[in-house]
């Protein structure tokens, strides 16, 4: 069955919350909302949903969840249906009253022993994971985590390298060659027009350690990204935003937004599964389903009996197994 878009939400997307006295619903007919626009969300703070209309970052509303969703989970990058006062001015207030079926999902847990799933963002097309080449070092262990969770929650990973005009990059370029994902640098003194190229036109989520150079990147991209980061604090009466994602809209024709994630320290995967990662592997994944059950496709000693080496004898593809495997130990914190 075909996902359904943003523009396809109606009244049967709203879930009903039954009076608490007994468990008919407080009214036959529910409201059918077909005035209802639809919104991007790019900011998140305290019950308070700032929303896009149409995805015009002109046209900005802060909105709260209407009580038929009940708890339903809505964060940066949703797409919602709002009603109420949708004009953005000042002191008004809509009503998200409907969001749609996400084709994306970038998750993370605290470690890989927490239970709890924290979705970052949601329909961003691609994850780009920006690493330093320099003070501070880069990190292969953070880096191929964040591979995983991208392959995962179905966004398009993309590497980028900053601070190249203090090390080389040729080292760790080549090092994921084999992985096929887009590898770029940036330095200080130059523009970052490759980087701005590869987002034009998207909804991508940068992720990185604190100090690796992203707010600087950000603030080169989105000139006015100081500004968009102060709006969405008076959302909150003045809260510090350092610490929430927060979407902005790239400047030029082409359109696109870049979602600005805080600085984190780790990147718990224990949502993911073995099969999930293999799934984003298209010459690997049919094979995969001969493996044996609970197979974690590591191959010897570990999964002596993985079919995935017989394939890869018989047809080739090894650079691919090799960055499977490679991603599968991060995943399972083997190589950290």
Known sequence: MAKRGWRDLDESDVRVRPNRRNSRPRSKQRPTHSDAVVGMVVAVDRGRWTCAVDGD????????????????PIVIGDRVRLVGDTSGEPDTLARIVGVAERSSVLRRTADDTDPYERVVVANAEQLVIVSSLADPPPRSGFIDRCLVAAYAGGLA???????????????WISGYADLGISVLTTRLDVEPTELRTV?????????????????????????????????????????????????????????????????????????????????????????AEECPPNCGHLGAPEDPDCHLDTFVAEEGHEAQLNSLRRLLRSRTGRDE
């Open 157 to 171: 990973p993309v590497l980028c390298l900053t601070k190249a005009d203090l090390a080389a990059p040729e080292e």
């Open 199 to 287: 987002l034009d036109g998207r909804v991508s989520a940068l992720v990185g350690h604190s100090g690796v150079g992203k707010s600087t990147l950000v603030n080169r991209l989105v000139p006015e990204a100081a500004r968009a980061i102060g709006r969405v604090s008076e959302v909150g009466k003045g809260r510090h935003t350092s610490t929430s994602a927060v979407a902005m809209a790239l400047p030029g024709t082409a359109g696109g937004w870049v979602v600005d994630t805080p600085g984190i320290r780790s990147f718990g995967l224990a949502h993911v599964t073995a099969n999930d990662l293999v799934d984003a592997f298209e010459d690997l994944a049919e094979a």
């Open 57 to 72: 970052p002109r046209h900005q509303v802060v909105a709260m969840r209407a009580k038929e969703l009940g708890r339903t």
